[in-house]
């Protein structure tokens, strides 16, 4: 049988609708199971009236936090709860996440005696859309909508800090300096989103493609050693030389050299051997591959913002 707010809780609880009518106001027992909730429950497509057991505040969350919640809950009903408002996604009928601030709080008697927990939950979803517009922003590149430089060396710290099988491969567009002094900057930004097409289309799904630093792009790839790293680089630099051409009709020769070095054990030696394979695919007569050799001297290892070694158009 469902049980109301008493006029004391509701009393108590005016004020808080008042302030934020879109809060989901719950009380629960001890064990958890809602009792009463404001008419702002149905928003996650629950009508209490409807049911004849109320819902457990942990099916009210996704699955993911079930256990934090409950956790919660155990702690306020034994007198030890931390008060702080947790961020957790409810789950509508629909299967859409909104994201609400939680808060738990003791209900007790005339005797002090805790008897169920008041459950505040607080929509947050345009801060949580804006904080991930803002993160979105911070990482991605602008012009070709690849992951940018500062996602790219995040990425390969978090590699290097779980060691596994991954290879590293840098691109960089030949004469780009030349391409935009001739034809222009706008025909340089349209080279540079196709050619981010071009790598999104011929790598694997669970390759990472970043835009590192002007025409020069890294693609980070889980799994495979420098050779089978380079099996799946040479059909890209053989398009690009192929294809790449008729773009400027025939008068400009478009190709890509390639650096590709196995993650290391720091991200500076493994850019590092990447930026050295470069340089000699450029040194070579770029549109090649090279592959760098696995060891490198331990003092030659630099910070990214000094690696200069392949800026060679």
Same mark, same amino acid.
């Given at each position: 049988?469902?049980?109301?707010?008493?006029?004391?809780?509701?009393?108590?609880?005016?004020?808080?609708?008042?302030?934020?009518?879109?809060? !989901?106001?719950? =009380?629960?027992?001890?064990?958890?199971?809602?009792?009463?909730?404001?008419?702002?429950?149905?928003?996650?497509? %629950?009508?209490?009236?409807?049911? #004849?057991?109320? +819902?457990?505040?942990?099916? #009210?969350?996704?699955?993911?936090?079930?256990?934090?919640?409950?956790?919660?809950?155990?702690?306020?009903?034994?007198?030890?709860?931390?008060?702080?408002?947790?961020?957790?996604?409810?789950?509508?009928?629909?299967? =859409?996440?909104?994201?609400?601030?939680?808060? #738990?709080?003791?209900?007790?008697?005339?005797?002090?005696? !805790?008897?169920?927990?008041?459950?505040?939950?607080?929509?947050?979803?345009?801060?949580?859309?804006? $904080? $991930?517009?803002?993160?979105?922003?911070?990482?991605?590149?602008?012009?070709?909508?690849?992951?940018?430089?500062?996602?790219?060396?995040?990425?390969?710290?978090?590699?290097?800090?779980?060691?596994?099988?991954?290879?590293?491969?840098? *691109?960089? /567009?030949?004469?780009?300096?030349?391409?935009?002094?001739? *034809?222009?900057?706008?025909?340089?930004?349209? %080279?540079?989103?196709?050619?981010?097409?071009?790598?999104?289309?011929?790598?694997?799904? $669970?390759?990472?493609?970043?835009?590192?630093?002007?025409?020069?792009?890294?693609? !980070?790839?889980?799994?495979? =050693?420098? $050779?089978?790293?380079?099996?799946?680089?040479?059909?890209?630099?053989?398009?690009?030389?192929?294809?790449?051409?008729?773009?400027?009709?025939?008068?400009?020769?478009?190709?890509?050299?390639?650096?590709?070095?196995?993650?290391?054990?720091?991200?500076?030696?493994?850019?590092?051997?990447?930026?050295?394979?470069?340089?000699?695919? =450029?040194?070579?007569?770029?549109?090649? /591959?090279?592959?760098? +050799?696995?060891? !490198?001297?331990?003092?030659?290892?630099?910070? #990214?913002?000094?690696?200069?070694?392949?800026?060679?158009?």
């Amino acid at each position: 049988m469902r049980v109301d707010f008493t006029l004391q809780e509701r009393s108590a609880l005016y004020g808080l609708l008042a302030d934020h009518p879109t809060d !989901i106001i719950l =009380k629960t027992d001890r064990r958890g199971f809602v009792l009463a909730a404001s008419p702002a429950l149905e928003g996650l497509g %629950l009508t209490l009236p409807a049911m #004849l057991i109320g +819902p457990h505040v942990g099916d #009210l969350v996704h699955p993911d936090y079930c256990d934090l919640i409950e956790q919660e809950h155990r702690a306020v009903i034994a007198g030890q709860g931390s008060g702080t408002w947790l961020e957790l996604p409810a789950v509508h009928t629909g299967h =859409k996440e909104h994201w609400f601030e939680t808060q #738990l709080r003791p209900m007790t008697d005339q005797h002090g005696r !805790i008897y169920g927990t008041l459950v505040v939950m607080r929509c947050i979803a345009m801060r949580k859309s804006l $904080e $991930e517009q803002l993160f979105a922003a911070e990482f991605t590149d602008r012009l070709t909508r690849l992951t940018n430089r500062i996602a790219f060396v995040a990425m390969l710290d978090h590699l290097v800090s779980h060691p596994h099988r991954a290879a590293l491969a840098l *691109f960089d /567009i030949d004469h780009f300096m030349t391409l935009n002094m001739r *034809f222009g900057h706008r025909a340089g930004d349209d %080279l540079l989103r196709a050619f981010a097409g071009l790598l999104r289309a011929m790598t694997r799904s $669970e390759d990472i493609i970043s835009r590192v630093d002007g025409e020069r792009f890294g693609v !980070i790839m889980p799994g495979l =050693k420098p $050779e089978a790293a380079a099996a799946i680089c040479r059909p890209i630099v053989e398009t690009l030389a192929e294809a790449g051409g008729a773009a400027f009709g025939g008068n400009f020769a478009v190709s890509t050299s390639v650096g590709i070095a196995g993650i290391a054990r720091s991200t500076d030696g493994t850019v590092k051997r990447a930026e050295l394979a470069l340089f000699m695919a =450029k040194a070579k007569g770029r549109s090649r /591959i090279e592959t760098s +050799p696995e060891m !490198i001297r331990r003092n030659s290892a630099a910070p #990214l913002s000094q690696f200069d070694l392949a800026e060679v158009d």
